[in-house]
C-alpha cells in the first residue's frame, strides 16, 4: 500500500457528492477499494446509478486532492456537512454514451448468476449496444481501439463491450443474419461473467498467471455458461458460444478440447483474441492492429473468419496512431469508403512536436500518406474522442 492509499487518506466518494455535479467533469481521480483507478481526473460521472456503483466498489478519491479542491472553492475540510448538488442537464454525446454503457454493464453482469431472472435485462442490453454500434461504428471502432486510460478495474467490461463490436462487424461481413448478429453480441458481452474481478486483476499484475489463476481460466467457459443458465438464458446458441469460445478446430482449445467448433464460437474467439493483442497491460504493452492481424492470421481459427474480421475493420483503423508522409503525427478517425487510406486528424507538427490544433487530413493525398504506425506511441497517451470528432450528439 502506498502511503497516498492509506485508510486515513482516503476520502469516502460519497463523501465528496458536494464537489461533483452529474455530467460535469470530475475535479480529481476516482479510485477503487483496491487502488485501482475508476474514472480519470476529467471525466463525469454520467448518471446517479452510476454514482451508485461507484460507491458499491468503494470508491475513493485523494484527501489532497479533495482539500485543493475545497480550498479552491473556499469551503472547509473534507469532514464538513455534504450538501448536495442538484443533477445538471446537459445534451448527452455519443462518447457520454459509451462510458455509460460500461457502467450499465457494470451493475447488469455482477447480478448475473445470483439474481434470476436476468436474461431480458441482458437481452435488452445487448440491443442497445448494438444500436450504439451502428450509431456510428467509426467512433465504435475508435473506442475500443484507443484505449490510453488504463483503467484496469474495468477491463473485463470495455473488454466484453470492445469485443462485441468486432463480432458484430465481423458477423456482419460474413453475412449473418441480424438475429445472429444479435446473438453474438450478447455472448461476447457475457462470455467472462465468471471471472470479472480476476480479469480486472491480470490486467494489472506484472505476473504471469499462478496456477490457481490458470485453473479459474480454464474453467470460466463452463462456469460462465452455467451462471447464464442460472440467471434465465435459455437462449442454444448463446449458451453454446459462452462454452466453446475458446475451442479451437481441430482440437487444442479448452475446456473440452473440441475438434468441430460452431461458427459463432470461432467468430467470437478472433475477436476476442484480436481486442485482447490490441489492449495495454501491466505485463505487456498493446500491439498494433497489424501485428495483432498478422498473429490472427497464422493461428487456427481460420482464414476466412481472420478475413472477415480485418475487412470490418479496415487496415488503419479509427483510433490506431499513425506516421504521415509530411512528418505529421495523426490519428484514424474514419475509414475509407474505398480503399486503404483513411481520414485522420492531426496530433502534432511537421516535426513531430504535440500541438493543440487538430487539421483532417485525407490520407489518399501523397503528401499525407500513411507511411505506418507511430513507433513511439507514448508520447500522445491520451487522445480525447471529442478532440478529433468534435461533439456528436447521441
Known sequence: MTPESAPENRVPFG??????????PLPFRVLDSISRLLLSQGQCVQSERQHELLLERGAWVEYEEVQKVRLARGGGDAGDSVTVKPPTQRPGSLFDRWEHQVW?????????????????????FGADLLHLIDRDVDVALFMAVRQDDRRFALYALTHGLHTATLAALAARQLGWSESQVLCIVRAALTMNVSMLELQATMAEQEARPNKRQMELIRSHPESSAQMLRDSGVTDADWLAAVLDHHEQ??????PRGLAEVSDMARVL???????????????RAALTPQQAARELFLQKSGSAVATALIKSVGVHPPGELVQLR????????????????????????RQGQPVVATVLRDTAQAEFAITGPLAERARFPRVLAERVYGLIEY
Open 15 to 24: 463523501d465528496v457528492r458536494d464537489l461533483i455535479a452529474i455530467g460535469e
Open 249 to 254: 478446430p481441430g482440437g487444442g482449445g479448452y
Open 269 to 283: 474467439r478472433a475477436a476476442d483474441v484480436f481486442m485482447a493483442k490490441i489492449t495495454p497491460r501491466a505485463l
Open 326 to 349: 509530411n512528418g505529421e503525427v495523426a490519428i484514424v478517425t474514419r475509414r475509407a469508403a474505398k480503399g486503404p487510406a483513411p481520414i485522420v486528424a492531426t496530433l502534432s507538427n
Open 104 to 124: 450499465e454493464l457494470d451493475g447488469l453482469l455482477r447480478k448475473v448468476g445470483h439474481d434470476a431472472p436476468l436474461a431480458s435485462a441482458l437481452q435488452a
